[in-house]
């Protein structure tokens, strides 16, 4: 029976989402099915037109109003909540190999998830299941359980100079 690890890929750096993004069509191409949940995020960027091209093995979940600025609402707090506890049970029911929380440190660094609840996931999920957790702000308690912990780290980005995100390569 193969071994699903836990990975998580956090720091201030570009390339968290995609590496994510990557493993997933790996995943796939290993005849994997893959559970992609996008928290917090809530548009349709080029990614999803590229994984639904696996659309027998890639499942694609949004739960959120958008990037968070400032104090988050009820609203996306009830979003992210629900969106959680159909992930949970869809990572617990062994009928995906690859579960990707992205942006799921984020949630959890605006107090919008009680961190045990991801504890709980990581103690309770099927031993064959493979997760990754994405997004700045990864806590030490979760870095800690981590089979895998990748830190993407910003030495320089153009956005800084004003470039907008480019369809393709950002969005």
């Known amino acids: 029976m193969r071994k699903g ?3 998580i890929y956090t720091g201030d750096g570009k390339g968290k989402t995609t590496a994510a993004i990557g493993l997933a069509v790996r995943a796939a191409g290993a005849g994997l099915k893959v559970l992609f949940v996008q928290f917090i995020k809530n548009r349709r960027c080029s990614e999803h ?3 639904e091209r696996f659309i027998d093995l890639i499942t694609i979940k949004q739960y959120g109003k958008g990037f968070i600025r400032g104090k988050p609402s009820r609203e996306t707090e009830r979003i992210i909540k629900k969106g959680f506890n159909e992930v949970k049970k869809a ?3 062994g009928a995906y190999d690859l579960v990707i929380l992205d942006e799921i440190n984020v949630v959890l660094h605006y107090n919008l998830l009680d961190i045990d609840e991801i504890l709980d ?13 994405t997004g700045r702000y990864a806590s030490e308690k979760l870095i800690k359980k981590a089979d895998l912990v990748t830190e993407m780290k910003k030495i320089k980005h153009y956005m800084d100079r004003g470039i907008r995100a480019r369809i393709g390569v950002e969005k």
């Not at 996931?121 to 957790?133: C, D, I, Q, W, Y």
């Open 49 to 51: 037109k590229a994984l």
């Open 121 to 133: 996931l990581f103690k309770n999920k099927p031993g064959a299941v493979e997760l990754v957790l």
């Open 91 to 93: 990572a617990l029911s």
């Open 5 to 7: 690890y836990i990975h």
